[in-house]
Nanobody, 127 residues
Framework: QVQLVESGGGLVQAGGSLRLSCAAS????????VGWFRQAPGKEREFVAA????????TYTDSVKGRFTIARLNAPNTVYLQMNSLKPEDTAVYSC????????????????????WGQGTQVTVSS
């Protein structure tokens, strides 16, 4: 069982930056692929970014490419989402999810592929 806790959300002006963290309690995330998703009011949850267990492969939805970066850095139980050049349309609850994976190259786009979820953190971007 993996418990995930997101942090780092908040209110920021358009053009600003935030760094979200997804921390696993009780174990490391080194054998898990991790994804970030977001859900805005009245909208469906959407994929944002994902990283493989080795931290060597990443993928992003088109709307955040060049602005967001998902990374593991040197923290074995934490995955980060650096968000730059934020726009009002990035406003949403951001959640991280983890999936145990035997193959280091794999990452996942679909929410139903992930086994564990955090509660989410609110990101609000004002215009």
């Amino acid at each position: 069982q993996v418990q995930l806790v997101e942090s780092g959300g908040g209110l920021v002006q358009a053009g600003g930056s935030l760094r979200l963290s997804c921390a696993a309690s009780g174990r490391t995330l080194t054998t898990y692929a991790v994804g970030w998703f977001r859900q805005a009011p009245g909208k469906e949850r959407e994929f944002v970014a994902a990283i493989n267990r080795g931290g060597t492969r990443t993928t992003y939805t088109d709307s955040v490419k060049g602005r967001f970066t998902i990374a593991r850095l040197n923290a074995p139980n934490t995955v980060y989402l650096q968000m730059n050049s934020l726009k009002p349309e990035d406003t949403a609850v951001y959640s991280c999810a983890a999936k145990p994976t035997a193959f280091s190259r794999d990452y996942y786009y679909r929410a139903d592929e992930y086994n564990y979820w955090g509660q989410g953190t609110q990101v609000t971007v004002s215009s």
